[in-house]
């Protein structure tokens, strides 16, 4: 039939400039015919091992290698149930291995696969790589980090802009492997389009390059140079562990039948989604009762201060118990499009719980968890000139092999494309001529590495 949509991809994954071994894996694995697609879908995969050794490459292999065995043969009524099943088998086949020898006790890997059916985009996600899509001019971000950095954002302990100060960025809250029961996260269906660029990399790319430039580098270029621009980016900055990225291009899509929509808000936010937000024209009874709670508390404890304390208690108690009732009132139960989209709930819901109706069995509409602008810049171009500057003269005072002719055509192509508001262009230029003097890093540093 002809209504198997096309899609192309590019994949790439690195060693990067400090580590000796590479522990990621990825995989992708595209329907043979329109029956397959319909039941399964087209699989995408990234896994970032963990483990001293060899020990994480282990475990991120094997979960490559047990997920599609497992995506494919499983009976299952919907996709959501099939990736999560998967993902499961995944677990259990590294937790199984990690039982064999006493040095794979504690290995463990992230996973993030994306299927790609008639239903939409469906993800099971597990540890801290992220799948994000690029749709004209935004990025969204649709994993939920499960790090110590996310969950101390999500229980507002800390703010995107002081979080660093106070928490390590690579702990991880849950990985494939050590537990032999592990929470899956299932987001989605998200909705496809034409012309949509998905994108999934492990932490050693979003760590060096932020989720604007990952939109504005996959928005304006093929799936191949962008992922060798992202990856060789990376690396210009440190390469601080393995980085890999798959970047998918949807050239075309059939309708995807039903409900399926993403409730989008337009709005770039770089911050995580709340679990459950207030919605400003909440019901007036939902007002009343936060009111009364915040009336108990002050009163409760004004007279608490003034030593009256069975009177001040009773308040303070009541005021626990109103917030309590009203948390299980609002708390949705088997959710449907129609209990989320309507105006009449008073709350919107954060991708946070529809993430949790969806992983135990019930459909959620899709929301990102973090946005941000994609459109290309003259400050991302002016930033790839500097790196390319210094690319050349380091590779003039190393003596390095790369032909400085080309390299300044490619310099000036790109300068005159970006002056005539030609961007995308002028980028692709730029990454060019990067591409050529990091594989000539590349050969220097990792051979004397060796």
Same mark, same amino acid.
């Given at each position: ?21 590479? &522990? ?75 039982? &064999? ?24 996600? $597990? ?57 899956? *996260? ?86 995580? $989604? ?35 304390? $069975? ?26 499009? &129609? ?65 400085? *002719? ?21 980028? &692709? ?22």
């Amino acid at each position: 039939m002809s209504d198997q949509p096309v899609v192309q991809y590019a994949s790439k994954t690195d060693v990067g400039m400090r580590r000796s071994a590479n &522990q990621d894996s990825l995989i992708v694995r595209l329907c043979t015919d329109y029956e397959e697609w319909q039941r399964c879908g087209h699989l995408f995969v990234v896994a970032d091992g963990m483990g001293g050794h060899s020990v994480g490459d282990l475990a991120s292999r094997i979960t490559v290698e047990s997920l599609p065995q497992a995506f494919y043969r499983v009976d299952a009524d919907t996709i959501q149930e099939r990736v999560r099943r998967a993902m499961l088998s995944a677990n259990k086949a590294v937790n199984d291995r990690g039982l &064999q020898n006493p040095e794979f006790a504690d290995m463990g890997t992230t996973c993030s696969a994306v299927s790609l059916s008639e239903k939409g985009a469906v993800i099971g996600h $597990i540890g801290d790589s992220r799948v994000y899509r690029v749709r004209g001019d935004e990025i969204a971000q649709l994993t939920f980090d499960h790090s110590l950095q996310w969950e101390m954002i999500r229980l507002g302990k800390a703010t995107v802009a002081t979080v660093d100060l106070f928490h390590p960025r690579n702990v991880i809250t849950r990985c494939i492997g050590p537990d032999p029961n592990v929470k899956v *996260d299932i987001e989605g269906p998200f909705s496809v389009k034409v012309g949509d660029r998905l994108v999934l990399c492990s932490d050693g790319l979003s760590n060096h390059v932020s989720d604007s430039e990952i939109g504005q580098i996959v928005g304006a270029l093929s799936p191949a140079d962008a992922s060798r621009l992202l990856i060789n980016l990376a690396n210009c900055r440190g390469g601080s562990d393995n980085s890999t990225v798959i970047v998918v291009d949807v050239e075309s899509y059939p309708e995807v039948p039903g409900y399926v929509k993403d409730r989008d808000s337009g709005n770039f936010d770089d911050t995580p $989604i709340a679990i459950t937000r207030i919605a400003p024209h909440a019901p007036l009874a939902s007002r009343l009762a936060w009111l009364a709670v915040a009336a108990c508390l002050a009163f409760g404890t004004a007279l608490l201060l003034m030593q009256h304390f $069975i009177p001040g208690s009773v308040l303070i108690v009541t005021a626990v118990l109103i917030f309590l009732t009203i948390r299980k009132l609002r708390r949705p139960k088997n959710l449907t499009p &129609q209990d989320t989209e309507s105006p009449e709930e008073g709350f919107s819901l954060g991708m946070g719980v529809a993430r949790l109706a969806a992983s135990e069995g019930e459909i959620a509409p899709a929301s990102p968890y973090r946005r941000a602008s994609a459109a290309l810049t003259d400050a991302l171009l002016d930033h790839l000139a500097e790196i390319q500057g210094e690319l050349v003269q380091a590779a003039r005072d190393s003596g390095w092999s790369v032909d400085f *002719d080309e390299l300044t055509t490619l310099s000036r192509q790109s300068l005159s494309s970006q002056r005539s508001g030609k961007r995308q262009k002028a980028l &692709q230029s730029r990454s060019l001529a990067i591409d050529l003097l990091m594989k000539e890093l590349y050969a220097k540093t990792r051979g004397q590495r060796g």
